[in-house]
């Protein structure tokens, strides 16, 4: 089946630095994904809908400078977040349309992001 | 705006037992319907997806749609503890277009 890796699974960083999460298909070509980010014990929430070769869509109130979304290629989607705040804490994951949308979407394993 | 509407619960149920969980939606041209499982720290998984009226059966799950009500559930038949996790509903318009989820149902499975 289609899957889904994205890295890293868990990552600690210092406030003010940077973070690169990388998601990529392995067996399939995902022209988008898409970035959530989940709080403890609240429902996924949408950030941004990445597509190959332009430039990503946000959702409202997410900040496009601090949360840059690179989708290079056919099969790698990036996400940085760009001087990070311990507010930042959360629990990324991405995930790719399967079959033209007739199989859902696959997600990745998830990011856990810890700003100390 | 597109609304998804599940109850929280939790849903406690006992071993062996039938779990029905439910979902509501707004957007009346919406034509794809999913149940995805989520366990607590981890990413969602698809267990199911429907786009016609009716019964869809895999296993110990079905879903089933109701256009007209807007309303699509999932059956749990033979639950069993490890069932227990969050069942998030996703509906959308189908292809690439996103969906929007659902809040979530926390299911606990007795043993």
């Known amino acids: 089946g289609a899957v889904v890796s994205q890295h890293p699974s868990w990552v600690i960083c210092k406030s003010g630095t940077s973070v690169k999460i990388e998601c990529r298909s392995l067996d399939f070509q995902a022209t988008t994904m898409f970035w959530y980010r989940q709080f403890p014990k609240q429902s996924l929430m949408l950030m941004a809908t990445?597509?190959?070769?332009?430039?990503?869509?946000?959702e409202q109130g997410v900040e496009k400078d601090k949360f840059l979304i690179n989708h290079a290629s056919l099969t790698l989607s990036t996400l940085t977040v760009t001087s990070a705040h311990p507010e930042d804490s959360s629990f990324y994951i991405c995930?790719?349309?399967?079959?033209?949308?007739?199989?859902?979407?696959?997600f990745g394993s998830g990011t856990r992001l810890t700003v100390v | 705006q597109k609304e998804v509407e599940q109850n929280s619960g939790p849903l406690s149920v006992p071993e062996g037992a039938i779990a029905s969980l439910n979902c509501t939606y707004s957007d009346r041209g919406s034509q794809s319907f999913f149940w995805y499982r989520q366990y607590s720290g981890k990413s969602p998984e698809l267990i199911m997806f429907i786009y016609s009226n009716g019964d869809k059966e895999d296993g110990r799950f079905t879903a089933q749609l109701n256009k007209a009500s807007q309303y699509v559930s999932l059956l749990i038949r033979d639950s069993q503890p490890s069932d227990s996790a969050t069942y998030l509903c996703?509906?959308?318009?189908?292809?690439?277009?996103?969906?929007?989820f659902g809040t979530g149902t926390k299911l606990q499975v007795i043993p």
């Open positions: 990445s597509n190959e070769g332009s430039k990503a869509t946000y």
């Open positions: 995930s790719a349309i399967v079959g033209r949308g007739s199989y859902g979407y696959t």
């Open positions: 996703a509906v959308g318009p189908g292809g690439y277009q996103k969906v929007t």
